[in-house]
């Protein structure tokens, strides 16, 4: 009985964050935007395939300039999560850097890691730092 219990937790749990989550990128389509296109990267390159990345950085490049203040849901603009956001432009140009300059795949795929992981670092914090 006691694992059912967890169990239902575990979902009502994973229900709200995953709501919580679509109303953030509902109120931020331009970070919605530029998530479909790291994902796809990312997950691509997680199978060791780089392909996404070298065909996408440029794109993933604009449409992080697109993340503006100005873009920005008005709930989400605090220090922190502009300090993310300008570190999440500076690694997604990293990248796009690193792919032109036809770097060491395992290097560029170093890279996108870390700027998975600041973009997901962005997500929690305006979620949880209202």
Known sequence: MKFFKSLFASVNSFTLNSTSVQLFADKWPQIKVY???LSK???ASEK???EEIKLNSGTLVA????LSIEAMPAE???P???ESLL???KQTKLVDFMVSQNI???EIKVALNKLYEIFHAIVELCLTEK
């Open 80 to 82: 922190k999560i502009l």
């Open 41 to 43: 990267s990312f997950h």
């Open 76 to 78: 989400y603009r605090n």
């Open 87 to 89: 570190t999440l432009k």
């Open 35 to 37: 998530y479909e296109i």
């Open 104 to 106: 060491e795949d395992d």
């Open 48 to 50: 060791g395939n780089l």
């Open 63 to 66: 449409k992080a300039e697109e």
